[in-house]
Nanobody, 118 residues
């Protein structure tokens, strides 16, 4: 069992920055940030393999968002810069403990709202 506790989020004007954090209570193989806006499908925006630090990003956020893992306290962060109104969504942290490249995310945080106004 892994518990994920998210923090951060909030409201910001377009062009601004926000930082999300996700504290994991135990070992994970990979972690990711997903988002879902009302009426839209859930989208994985960033992911990381925790042992190697290899990251990947969706086209919609690449170059603006950066995810990183603090191994000292097992906390995943998502630094979001140059935010756009279309980034408005509920953001979720997810993790997998299964050592598979496909990362079947089976642990989820409670979600945190990000709202970007124009």
């Amino acid at each position: 069992q892994v518990q994920l506790v998210e923090s951060g989020g909030g409201s910001v004007q377009a062009g601004g920055s926000l930082r999300l954090s996700c504290a994991a209570s135990g070992y994970t193989f990979c972690m990711a940030w997903f988002r879902q806006a009302p009426g839209k499908e859930r989208e994985r925006v960033a992911s990381i393999y925790t042992r190697t630090g290899i990251t990947s990003y969706s086209d919609s956020v690449r170059g603006r968002f950066t995810t990183s893992l603090n191994t000292a306290n097992n906390t995943l962060s998502l630094q979001m810069n140059s935010l756009k109104p279309e980034d408005t969504a509920m953001y979720y942290c997810a993790a997998s403990v299964v050592a598979r490249i496909s990362c079947p995310y089976d642990y989820w945080g409670q979600g945190t709202q990000v709202t970007v106004s124009s």
